[in-house]
């Protein structure tokens, strides 16, 4: 990653597993996220924009 945003973090709300909110970052890697309710970790990726429907 570079430029302005590579230092932040899209943050998720809820946990894809248990529904949890207690989420921390985890890891050393953009997009890596704990739970805290289900003791998961968890990584979240921006792949691509979808193309026109």
């Known amino acids: 990653m570079s430029g302005a945003d590579a230092g932040q973090r899209a943050v998720p709300y ?3 597993f ?3 909110e207690d989420l ?5 890697r953009h997009g890596e996220w704990e739970c805290r309710t289900c003791a998961r ?3 979240v990726r921006f792949l691509a924009l979808a193309g026109p429907r």
């Not at 921390?24 to 050393?28: I, K, M, N, Q, S």
């Open 14 to 16: 809820y946990c894809p």
């Open 24 to 28: 921390r970052p985890a890891g050393e």
């Open 18 to 20: 248990c529904a949890g």
């Open 41 to 43: 970790v968890f990584a």
